[in-house]
């Protein structure tokens, strides 16, 4: 992050992709093998805009409210290409989807809550 403090708490996008990831996995279990190409591709396209809201939201240029508004966007973008895949359901798609970005808007809160 460019403005955070020394001593602040240091959001790593790796680790929380890989979090993201590991939610996924967890919530299509049988269907992991066909959907994990398809999520590592997802969170690796989206990396640098995710890691952007984070940092955004972290220095305080985009309030929390928006944060939400905009992974609620990220959520639809990343159902539509698990559903594509049409091996799981759109329930369990959206479960995924849904899953996965909030394990990234609670490390953001998270540290945004230790900063106050």
Avoid: C
């Amino acid at each position: 992050m460019t403005n955070l403090q020394t001593n602040d708490p240091i959001f790593d996008i790796n680790e929380v992709l890989a979090q993201m990831l590991g939610t996924v996995k967890d919530t299509v279990t049988d269907n992991w093998e066909e959907v994990k190409s398809v999520a590592n591709e997802f969170l690796n396209r989206r990396k640098e805009r995710l890691e952007l809201l984070a940092e955004l939201t972290l220095t305080g240029d985009l309030p929390i409210e928006k944060l939400k508004s905009r992974l609620e966007d990220e959520k639809l973008v990343f159902e539509a290409e698990l559903h594509a895949i049409a091996i799981i359901s759109k329930a369990i798609a959206q479960k995924a989807a849904n899953a996965a970005l909030d394990v990234l808007y609670n490390a953001i809160k998270k540290i945004f809550e230790i900063k106050l």
